[in-house]
């Protein structure tokens, strides 16, 4: 069975910086383009970053400049370089494959504050 399982968060403070992996086991993300997804509470979630197979990456407005995103496919793991961290990146991160998307891990948690 797949499994999604991100890594990596955890308290930091505003300016800070946060490495988020996404590993997967039983499936390969080779082939297929990736994103990052965040949801704060009471809010929808919401896409923040992808990444294609060739290593091509996009960035929602809110993260440009600050958040990077990249993958290993021999790990078959994605990664989520965050710097310059708000209060307002505070959420769980997930990540999973942008279109025919697995089931969804448990996220990790990001808190930014002081």
């Known amino acids: 069975q797949v499994q999604l399982v991100e890594s990596g968060g955890g308290l930091v403070q505003p300016g800070g910086s946060l490495r988020l992996s996404c590993a997967a086991s039983?499936?390969?993300?080779?082939?297929?383009?990736m994103a990052w997804y965040r949801q704060a509470p009471g809010k929808q979630r919401e896409l923040v970053a992808t990444?294609?197979?060739?290593?091509?990456?996009s960035l929602v407005d809110s993260v440009k400049g600050r958040f990077t995103i990249s993958r290993d496919n021999a790990k078959n793991t994605v990664y989520l370089q965050m710097n310059s961290l708000k209060p307002e990146d505070t959420a769980v991160y997930l990540c999973?494959?942008?279109?025919?998307?697995?089931?969804w891990g448990q996220g990790t948690q990001v808190t930014v504050s002081s």
């Open positions: 039983g499936s390969t993300f080779s082939g297929y383009r």
């Open positions: 999973n494959r942008q279109f025919s998307p697995l089931g």
């Open positions: 990444i294609t197979s060739g290593g091509v990456s």
